[in-house]
């Protein structure tokens, strides 16, 4: 192993995850990982990592990280003004860095979520067999001043790999995505129903937990509250203010709210990438030969 990064700023929110905790659900862990799995997958591809190889996921911006090896990287996801030695570096390709450089990341332009993907995958303990921080319980690694981060002493990569400018995704402030129905349709009042497939909402703020939205508000013949019952990433639970809320990554593994849907798995990515402020609408998933079952860009 060698050392790659030392933090020098610690940014907005940054964090290692991999594909995160799978299998640990029933035990009340919830899975982690990538918030935008899309990008996860496709820079891990363009470095040619495993899968499952550890990256840094960073929140709107501030970090900044001093080098202190050369290595090979790749960074995709949201275009959060990345700089080498305050030159702009491109995105969605690998390159190389050399110690004493500085990688930072100025504010967001598009999206809010970006990666940053180191050849071999960043190096930490494994808990619960993944590298993935959660931070609620302690879990992994969240990174601070000072934080030092290691990789794989390997050879590094000597051409230029990254992907065709048709297959960079671009991250929108309106957003629709496709949801599957829920089975408590009749916790609702008929209208509210309609209301939500037909209505935008706004994003106002939120966490890996979950994201918060603004919007009509939904109202139930009776009450919200259910028994408890499972829930996951993509879960849109209706608390009592009638306002959705979309579980996110680190979801808890039960929750008490009625709901009204789950988004579609290949639809998360475009949920994750929004700023406060952008909109998002519903389409009720009525067929499943519908169903997306690979990741779209619009």
Same mark, same amino acid.
């Given at each position: 192993?060698?050392?790659?990064? =030392? ?13 995160? =905790?799978?299998? $640990? ?20 591809? +363009? ?20 080098? @202190? ?21 491109? @995105? ?10 500085? @990688?930072?990341?100025?504010?967001? +332009? ?9 050849? %071999? ?13 959660? +931070?609620?319980?302690?879990? /992994?690694?969240?990174?601070?001043? %000072? ?28 957003? /629709? ?9 009749? @916790? ?12 935008? $909402?706004? $994003? ?90 690979? $990741?779209? /860009?619009?």
């Amino acid at each position: 192993m060698k050392e790659l990064f =030392r933090v020098r700023k610690e940014g907005v929110y940054a964090s290692l995850q991999d594909k995160g =905790r799978v299998g $640990y659900r029933a035990f009340g862990m919830p899975v982690a990982g990538p918030m935008d799995g899309y990008a996860f997958e496709l820079g891990n591809k +363009i470095i040619g990592n495993s899968p499952n190889a550890a990256a840094i996921e960073l929140f709107l911006g501030g970090l900044s990280l001093e080098v @202190l090896s050369t290595h090979t990287i790749a960074i995709g996801g949201a275009n959060l003004h990345a700089l080498i030695d305050g030159r702009q570096v491109p @995105l969605w390709k690998s390159l190389n860095v050399s110690v004493g450089q500085i @990688l930072s990341f100025v504010k967001p +332009i598009q999206g809010s979520i970006a990666y940053i993907f180191a050849l %071999g995958g960043f190096d930490t303990e494994t808990i619960m067999g993944s590298h993935s921080a959660y +931070i609620r319980a302690g879990m /992994g690694v969240v990174l601070k001043k %000072g934080t030092v981060l290691s990789v794989p002493d390997i050879p590094q990569v000597k051409l230029t790999r990254g992907l065709i400018a048709s297959e960079i995704p671009t991250y929108k402030e309106k957003v /629709g995505v496709t949801v599957w129905k829920s089975p408590h349709f009749s @916790l609702f009042k008929e209208k509210s129903i309609d209301t939500f497939f037909h209505s935008e $909402y706004t $994003y106002r703020g939120g966490d890996r937990m979950g994201y918060y939205f603004n919007g009509p508000e939904l109202q139930f013949i009776d009450k919200s509250d259910i028994l408890s019952e499972a829930t996951q990433f993509g879960t849109i639970q209706v608390p009592t203010n009638g306002q959705p809320v979309i579980l996110m990554a680190d979801a808890q593994t039960v929750g008490g709210y009625a709901t009204i849907g789950k988004v579609a798995d290949s639809d998360l990515w475009k949920i994750a990438q929004l700023r406060v402020g952008g909109k998002l609408t519903f389409k009720l998933l009525e067929n499943e030969k519908e169903f997306p079952n690979v $990741y779209q /860009g619009s």
